[in-house]
């Protein structure tokens, strides 16, 4: 099952599970430190490529990368700084695709279709994601994003006590677009195709050009139709074998807008708004076909709709004030509301019991709300100190989910949040600066569900440590350390979660379920995972623009949450029925390396074309301490990611041609004793050109998933004398994009 992908066909599987994915040891570790090592010489030795830079399109696109370079040499805990030369470099529509080729970051899910932004591997809460420095709203996705709202992309690897602990993988900020005055306002008008389905976008930003007033606005809308199949093989010792094809065709209208407002006044005083605006609908229409292997005459097929509605608006402020010379005082303060509404019904043609009739409907509203306060003094010994209090509630109301009755799925939860945090930065001498930190961490989540009322209350303190050591303080080396504590909590869902019914097994006409289907369920007793953590990483800064790195990294974690189907007595049933929901497991470790090497090819070669190159691989290990071995690695962590990219302008004629090849191999988890997960090999080529036509006006075409490959995943049970496996395959193609980029 390793390599089955045929560009002309879809492939149906009946062979088992039976390899592993990649593992590297100490030894390979250092040897991928040697092989960095030797083109770190080489570019430190090589001659400036000034004599070549003589198209003022380079000298423009260096000194912007050292802008980005410059933030992240100077921040003393490990950063990596990705702005507009970078986010607007590629084409990308969504944001998602803009991540997915940093270091050490993936994507999950198949190909070009979206996911959860993950860092280091580790799945979902391990990474916290912010904007502007606050915590994404409540149902908000990054996918929603497209570059042009955003000015640029903070990667921390190691948590730090201002930005939160809850960073165990690290944190990912992203800061929307900043006003420039006297700069035109950028239109773009995007059309794209994918397997006959046509979709278009308008981008549109504009600066505002006065004074003590600056700002921008950011406005973007689309209209996306796109396909989605997959096709589903069920392999079961106590039950027929099926095969399931399922099709649908759906289409997402949406409108988003931002803007960010900033007033400048006299003595330091600066207020800064950041309004935020999303609507979207999605419709969606199609069929599930099931056959009976055994049986090819007894076959059954299900219609399906599914239509959603998400609605969210946000209102972020800050207040700026310099109360001495040495002392500045900051509040910022947030203001949301979010609603989502979706509908599923699914309608089985036949009676033959292989598809059954659901409706599931999921209505909820969060509204959100949060209060920080944060104040800064600078020492005369060099020392800048930052102490700080936070607060934030997020209340949920949902109502009409699918559950045991009518009032099982209606929910109401609030979570609150507060914090309180110090910090001191400073300079020990020209080789040496360090950070020392500390953060405490109060968070309640209370939730009604039906007639049952669930509590947990968890408190965390976070001691944080970072160093950085120049060897030589008039050269571009320096080594970070760190040594921090973070930790991940359960979200309210984990929690509070209603009764949700597997949708083909409902109790009122199957007693039983099979547990590749099962129903799920929250537990109110999690407790959160903590982190111990520790990060050493080294840094060469190339003279020209660029960066050559390697970053070595371990977690030790407690307590961690992981979501167990279990065979359990329940009170919605006569029989016993297969349960899903989480549980606080024992603890694991996970460690792993990332080398990233940003340069230009002649730094290096000096007779080489001037091509910038963009390349990182990050390799991951990790363990499940009560988990049975082999493969009891954490949950969608792959072995390895790596990133191949490069860009180069044409002398002569206006054209600018590059690409990315991303490549995440494929893997098996064991989930416990009894289950087992597979993921299969995802590789993405994007390719682009751009054509400018002037300084104001260029047009590109990017295709994206340009050789597409079908994404396998499994499930497999295993429980001795039973053994029932689900394997999926979901189709996706190849995207084409053109757009017109204009500055008016």
């Known amino acids: ?166 960073a165990i993988a690290g944190t990912i900020n992203i800061v929307l677009r900043e006003g420039r005055k006297a700069t035109p306002d950028d239109l773009k008008i995007t059309r794209s195709q994918e397997h006959g389905q046509g979709s278009s976008m308008l981008n549109w930003v504009h600066n505002l050009n006065t004074s003590p007033l600056s700002g921008t606005f950011t406005l973007s809308a689309m209209d996306n139709q796109r396909a989605d199949q997959s096709l589903t093989e069920i392999d079961s010792d106590y039950r027929d074998d099926q095969v399931r094809l399922s099709e649908s065709s759906g289409r997402r209208q949406g409108v988003h807008a931002n803007a960010r407002l900033q007033w400048k006044g006299e003595q330091g005083k600066t207020l800064t708004l950041t309004p935020f605006l999303i609507y979207s609908e999605y419709a969606a229409q199609g069929r599930m076909d099931a056959r009976r292997i055994s049986s090819a005459a007894i076959t059954d097929t299900a219609l399906t709709d599914n239509e959603s509605r998400y609605a969210a608006a946000r209102l972020n402020g ?27 019904t699914q309608t089985a043609v036949r009676s033959t019991g292989l598809l059954s009739n659901a409706l599931d409907e999921q209505r909820f509203t969060d509204r959100s709300t949060s209060l920080n306060g944060k104040w800064t003094r600078v020492l005369n010994n060099g020392h800048q100190w930052v102490s700080g209090v936070e607060h934030e509630g997020v209340r949920r109301v949902e109502e009409a989910s699918a559950g045991a009755g009518d009032e099982s799925g209606n929910l109401k939860a609030r979570t609150a949040r507060w914090a309180a945090y110090t910090q001191d930065e400073f300079k020990i001498n020209p080789n040496w600066s360090a950070y020392a930190g500390l953060r405490y961490e109060s968070i309640l989540t209370e939730g009604q569900v039906g007639e049952e009322f669930r509590s947990n209350k968890s408190q965390v303190w976070t001691p944080l440590l970072h160093a950085m050591w120049k060897p030589d303080p008039a050269k571009r080396d320096q080594v970070r350390m760190s040594l921090t504590r973070s930790y991940k909590t359960p979200t309210l869902y984990n929690m509070v979660a209603p009764l949700r019914y597997s949708r083909d097994y409902q109790p009122d006409l199957f007693p039983s379920n099979v547990p590749t289907q099962p129903d799920r369920v929250g537990n109110p007793d999690l407790r959160p995972e903590l982190a111990t953590g520790v990060d050493l990483g080294f840094e060469r800064y190339l003279e020209g623009g660029g960066v050559l790195s390697a970053n070595v990294f371990r977690r030790n974690i407690q307590d961690l949450i992981r979501y167990q189907t279990r065979l359990q007595s329940v009170s919605w049933s006569s029989q016993q029925r297969w349960v899903s929901s989480p549980q606080n497991v024992g603890d694991a470790v996970t460690q792993g390396i990332e080398l990233e090497a940003k340069f230009r090819l002649n730094q290096a070669w000096t007779e080489a074309w001037p091509v910038d190159i963009r390349s990182n691989v990050s390799f991951f290990r990790s363990k499940v301490k009560d988990v049975p071995g082999p493969d009891n690695r954490l949950d969608q962590q792959p072995s390895m990611t790596a990133n191949l990219g490069g860009d180069y302008r044409l002398r002569g004629v206006p054209l600018t041609l590059g690409g990315n090849v991303n490549w995440n191999p494929d893997y098996d988890t064991r989930r416990s004793q009894e289950q087992l997960s597979y993921q299969g090999i995802k590789r993405v080529v994007d390719v682009y050109g751009q054509w400018r036509f002037s300084a104001a006006t260029a047009l590109r075409l990017t295709v994206s998933n340009l050789l597409p490959r079908d994404y396998e995943t499994a499930t497999t049970f295993n429980m001795g004398v039973q053994q029932e496996t689900a394997r999926t395959t979901d189709r996706n193609w190849r995207n084409i994009q053109l757009r017109l980029e204009m500055k008016i």
């Open 1 to 166: 099952m390793r390599d089955t992908f045929s560009p002309s066909s879809f492939p149906v599987f009946s062979e088992r599970l039976t390899g592993h994915g990649p593992h590297f040891s100490l030894g390979f570790v250092a040897s991928a430190v040697v092989m960095l090592s030797a083109p770190m010489g080489a570019l430190a030795q090589a001659p400036s490529a000034a004599g070549v830079a003589t198209d003022l399109g380079q000298v423009e696109i260096r000194g912007n990368r050292n802008t980005d370079s410059e933030a992240r040499q100077e921040s003393t805990a490990s950063k990596i700084v990705i702005g507009r030369e970078e986010l607007e470099k590629q084409g990308d529509a969504t944001l998602g695709d803009v991540l997915k080729r940093l270091p050490g970051v993936t994507v999950q899910g198949a190909p070009g279709r979206g996911g959860a932004i993950r860092m280091r591997g580790l799945g979902g809460g391990y990474t916290q994601i912010l904007l502007d420095g606050e915590r994404m709203p409540p149902g908000f996705s990054v996918d929603s994003l497209t570059p042009e709202q955003v000015e640029r992309i903070e990667i921390l690897r190691a948590p730090t006590a201002e930005t939160g602990a809850r």
């Open 318 to 344: 800050q207040w700026g004030q310099r109360l001495s010379a040495d002392d500045r005082l900051e509040v910022r303060f947030g203001v949301g509301q979010s609603k989502y509404d979706q509908h599923i």
